[in-house]
């Protein structure tokens, strides 16, 4: 999208670009693959970590940790920034600086935990194996002031989340 805009007492034409950004990414084999490697090496090093043990989430399989990775990949591709990949299962992955929450759920709520900054941008992806869609993002603290508490997967664990009708759209992002 560019915009244009003219200031009549400089005599200037202003034309702005704004990148657009694709909300709805499939990945090549090749980069599903890679995102199936990482996860299964994530999985294995954090298998007898105390968080691990701790949250002992039994929907959480190996197959949730690969659309995991995939998401991040996939919002790496659309926003054309690199993506940051921990090796811990429960410790943060963002593009960016942006952290990625990710729900194979299409109409998945955007979650959010007490110990992030309020600064902290979070984008809402959801799909799984080779489709992902990017559906918006807010900072921690808008998640928590217009958002309400939950659990998580019916564990004890409990996260602020907001509909994706609250979310910004991606292409704020490109700002």
Request: aromatic share 6%; hydrophobic share 35%.
């Amino acid at each position: 999208m560019t915009t244009t805009r003219f200031d009549p007492n400089t005599n200037t034409v202003y034309i702005e670009s704004k990148q657009s950004i694709p909300t709805s990414i499939t990945l090549t084999a090749e980069e599903w693959r890679k995102a199936g490697h990482f996860a299964v090496d994530r999985r294995a090093d954090s298998v007898n970590t105390a968080t691990h043990n701790i949250v002992k989430n039994k929907g959480f399989t190996l197959n949730t940790e690969v659309d995991q990775v995939a998401a991040v990949l996939a919002a790496a591709k659309a926003l054309g920034k690199p993506a940051t990949l921990n090796r811990g299962t429960f410790q943060p992955d963002n593009v960016g600086g942006i952290r990625v929450r990710h729900s194979p759920q299409p109409k998945a709520k955007l979650r959010v935990y007490d110990d992030q900054p309020d600064h902290e941008k979070c984008l809402l992806v959801v799909g799984r194996g080779y489709s992902y869609r990017l559906v918006g993002w807010a900072t921690a603290g808008e998640v928590r002031r217009q958002g309400q508490k939950e659990s998580l997967n019916g564990s004890q664990k409990q996260c602020w989340t907001i509909s994706q009708a609250l979310l910004k759209p991606i292409s704020e992002l490109a700002q």
